[in-house]
């Protein structure tokens, strides 16, 4: 039995923690911009731990999240925050200098209407920087087929689930209704944005591909089955 343990832990601690440190490549994506009095929206803020890691950059940042738990804990962060639906901010028009949001799509019902949302308070040639899990990725595929059942108690989790993991469902924080866990692959990403009249792709990328400084497109989709997390970037158009 305690093999077993031992073993759940070393595949969490190896496999898991990492996926949810995923606004660490938003960060770096960011920093990668050279941000100066910048106008930054964090879609999605859960704690705040991308805010919170900017704060040494003179950029005005903001926080939006519908968990007031969440909100309660990035509250002590000294960071901006407000309160609010993803479909619909309540923010005005061409706001923010760069709209992010890390690991947020898999989770809210609409992600048309999400994604609209974050575009419209984005400013014409502005930054829009989306980091999500890779459903190509190995350890997401085990993390949601043999981790995720024992972490909800059987409630969710395994193969059938996966297929049909689109439906949705009441949130685990009995807060909100979206859907549990419905991540995509690099190319679903690809296509989703390049779908979108008002933003233009600028580039899309695994985050081990970027490690590694791969180019060759056939190799990059390759490697991403062995990276956990996707970084977009894309640009919205001036006219």
């Avoid at 409630?155 to 009995?174: D, P």
Wanted: proline fraction near 2%; charge should be positive; glycine fraction near 6%.
């Amino acid at each position: 039995m305690r093999r077993i343990e031992d073993l759940g832990r070393f595949l969490y601690n190896k496999l898991i923690a990492s996926l949810e440190k995923g606004y660490l490549h938003a960060f770096y994506a960011i920093k990668n911009l050279q941000p100066k009095s910048n106008m930054i929206l964090d879609v999605g803020c859960g704690k705040g731990e991308l805010l919170e890691k900017l704060l040494d950059y003179k950029v005005f940042e903001l926080g939006i999240d519908f968990s007031i738990k969440n909100l309660d804990i990035a509250h002590s962060k000294k960071i901006a925050l407000i309160m609010g639906d993803a479909t619909s901010l309540p923010l005005r028009e061409e706001v923010f200098d760069i709209v992010v949001s890390s690991q947020f799509f898999e989770h809210v019902w609409d992600v048309r209407q999400a994604l609209n949302e974050q575009i419209r308070v984005l400013k014409k040639g502005g930054n829009l920087i989306i980091e999500q899990a890779n459903l190509l990725s190995i350890p997401v595929l085990i993390n949601l087929t043999l981790i995720y059942p024992i972490k909800t108690k059987g409630k969710r989790g395994g193969f059938k689930w996966l297929i049909n993991r689109k439906k949705v469902i009441k949130s685990l924080y009995n807060s909100y209704y979206g859907r549990d866990e419905d991540i995509k692959t690099i190319l679903w990403w690809r296509d989703f944005i390049n779908s979108t009249s008002t933003i233009s792709l600028v580039n899309i990328y695994s985050n081990l591909s970027k490690k590694l400084k791969i180019k060759n497109l056939y190799l990059k989709l390759f490697v991403s089955l062995f990276s956990r997390g996707i970084i977009i970037f894309a640009i919205k158009r001036e006219n």
